[in-house]
């Protein structure tokens, strides 16, 4: 008994590091995925796959599923406004010419977003707390601020960038506020359908289509990034996300997405060879020291 339970304390332990090991190759899915589609077809197909694969994963597993007719609403709209919002917002800027490093810095604005909101609606946010916010979101700044070349925005892609930060911030209070704990599985399955269901009609509206196939043989960086957004991105990442969001206060949970954007940085340098200068392994110190004092703080109110 007491070996299993350790197993079980270590596995949730490890559950936020390897929550940020999968999202942070988001960015590196939408860098080789984008030049081959659409986003919002890339998404859409992406969002139905999704649906098979928990559909399969809870049959085999036997998984509960939530009960009541709220619940199912409540789970809808964490789907629309966590997937078709926010993955929406950010691939359809990158897609208009916003560079990665500039969407991580504005989406990784959502820890300060989050607390500001709690703090306004009566909630505790620490002293520490709002140091660690800002050092996080400073760590962030010199991580990403070299990334920021001249012509990368415009009104349009801030618009949508702007939208996937207030889309992710609401998602993430909405579901700690009112989805009840359920089985993950089906839960996400909801989500999917949800965020399927407001996608896909949009999607018709791409003139672009999908290049499965390039130079007369299968697009192997588009059916790549299609896999691992499906299998790693929704099946692990938005499962451990959930979980995590359940189990924990929404300002410390939410700080875990400062690490994104240096991680991200570092599989850059790893893959593709981009240079990781002084600057950005300082932000990457002060992004770990900033998350390190938001979440061992006292907890907050409930969001």
């Known amino acids: 008994m007491t070996s299993t339970h350790s197993r079980s304390a270590a596995l949730v332990a490890s559950m936020p590091i390897v929550f940020v090991l999968i999202w942070s190759t988001g960015f590196i899915v939408a860098r080789y995925g984008m030049p081959h589609a659409p986003p919002l077809k890339?998404?859409?197909?992406?969002?139905?796959?999704s649906v098979a694969c928990f559909a399969v994963w809870a049959w085999l597993a036997r998984a509960a599923w939530p009960v009541g007719r709220a619940q199912y609403k409540h789970l809808a709209v964490t789907g629309?406004?966590?997937?078709?919002g926010y993955l929406g917002g950010v691939w359809a800027a990158v897609k208009l010419g916003m560079g990665a490093g500039l969407v991580a810095l504005l989406v990784g604005l959502q820890p300060v977003l989050t607390a500001v909101w709690i703090a306004s609606r009566g909630g505790s946010v620490s002293a520490r707390q709002w140091g660690g916010l800002a050092l996080g979101l400073a760590g962030l700044a010199l991580v990403v601020w070299q990334k920021l070349g001249l012509g990368e925005i415009d009104p349009l892609n801030?618009?949508?960038?702007a939208g996937a930060l207030l889309s992710i911030t609401a998602g993430t209070l909405y579901q700690k506020r009112f989805v009840a704990?359920?089985?993950v599985r089906t839960a996400n399955?909801?989500?999917?359908?949800a965020a399927f269901v407001v996608t896909a009609p949009l999607a018709l509206f791409e003139a672009e289509s999908m290049h499965w196939v390039i130079e007369?043989?299968?697009n192997r960086e588009l059916i790549g990034s299609m896999a691992w957004s499906v299998l790693a991105l929704t099946l692990g990442g938005s499962s451990l996300l959930y979980l995590l969001i359940q189990r924990g206060a929404a300002t410390a949970?939410?700080?875990?997405?400062?690490?994104?954007?240096?991680c991200t940085a570092l599989m850059a340098w790893l893959l593709f060879g981009e240079p990781i200068t002084v600057l950005t392994i300082a932000g990457m110190a002060l992004t770990a020291v900033g998350v390190s004092l938001v979440?061992?703080?006292?907890a907050v109110a409930k969001a």
């Open 253 to 262: 949970v939410t700080s875990l997405l400062y690490l994104v954007p240096p």
């Open 42 to 49: 890339f998404l859409a197909l992406r969002y139905l796959l």
């Open 216 to 218: 007369g043989g299968l």
């Open 158 to 161: 801030l618009l949508l960038a």
């Open 80 to 84: 629309i406004l966590m997937n078709a």
């Open 181 to 183: 704990p359920c089985d």
């Open 189 to 193: 399955l909801v989500q999917m359908a």
């Open 295 to 298: 979440v061992r703080a006292p």
